[in-house]
């Protein structure tokens, strides 16, 4: 049997009404995904484009998420439109690319990118100008699209296709997650101060770097543990719970918004977090 080709069987205990259900839950969350991630991230964009004033290299890795961000919400609306046009599938396939390989990626940059700010200020500065981000910037989206047309020929639902993701997703979390705690134990070490006022400048900064850097790391486990953990259990299993994965695309599109929003509150667009300064 190849398994390259195989779908996984179904849960014969699942009844059609729970596959309606589970369809609509999909549609909704996809329905979320789409309307709120859609502006939120088109206006990120736009910030990133126009607030030059911080030099376009120190925001470039974001700005690719952005896009990235912006075809998955797309993804999102393709989704609920298949439901009534198959003909939709395989723009679908080639779309679930970006979510599977694109987020993950340069999400995986930025981390990289506050590692080395924070841990290896020297190499970051050597590595600091634009050219160095847009070699790694296009070297993802050719990974990016390679990741697209392989969702394309191995469709989703399959064994290959699980392996695919689920692996790639536990390569991602746990170099972000290496990145992150490396940040969060730097940022907890005590810094050289000349004056106590200055120091308690610094140790203010570094608090509130350690609670935005904390906050990536918990959105980071959002992101990946629910669909790796359920990867590897379909894969044990071998059968496709769709309730299960309903799931996990609502922590992953819920997660997919604290970037964002975490920008937009340091261009003071979120009064809301006004107690809460992000560096």
């Known amino acids: 049997m190849n398994n390259s080709t195989v779908n996984y069987t179904t849960s014969e205990a699942a009844s059609t009404h729970l596959f309606e259900l589970v369809d609509i839950l999909e549609m909704c969350v996809c329905g979320l995904s789409f309307l709120v991630g859609l502006p939120i991230h088109s206006y990120v964009l736009w910030l990133i484009v126009t607030g030059t004033e911080s030099g376009v290299a120190s925001v470039f890795f974001k700005l690719n998420l952005s896009v990235c961000e912006i075809g ?44 080395l700010a924070v841990v290896h200020p020297v190499t970051f500065l050597k590595y600091k100008p634009l050219r160095y981000r847009v070699i790694c910037s296009a070297a993802a989206w050719i990974i990016i699209l390679g990741s697209c047309f392989f969702s394309v020929f191995i469709s989703p639902y399959t064994i290959s296709h ?12 746990c170099i972000q997650l290496f ?101």
């Open 72 to 115: 998955i919400c797309v993804e999102s609306l393709i989704f609920i439109l298949s439901f009534w046009f198959s003909s939709l599938k395989n723009l679908i396939c080639f779309l679930i690319g970006l979510a599977v390989t694109g987020r993950p990626l340069f999400q995986c940059l930025i981390s990289v990118e506050r590692y």
């Open 162 to 173: 699980t392996w695919f993701f689920s692996v790639q997703f536990l390569i991602f979390f």
């Open 179 to 279: 990145c992150l705690v490396a940040v969060l134990r730097a940022l907890k070490q005590s810094g050289p101060g000349e004056k106590v006022r200055e120091k308690e400048e610094e140790n203010h900064m570094k608090r509130r770097a350690f609670h935005f850097i904390l906050i990536c790391t918990v959105n980071t486990v959002i992101i990946y543990v629910p669909f790796t953990l359920s990867g590897f259990f379909t894969i044990l299993i071998e059968q496709n719970i769709r309730a299960l994965w309903c799931i996990c695309l609502f922590c992953y599109v819920l997660a997919g918004f604290v970037q964002p929003v975490l920008y937009l509150h340091r261009f003071g667009k979120l009064s809301c977090l006004s107690s809460f300064h992000i560096v």
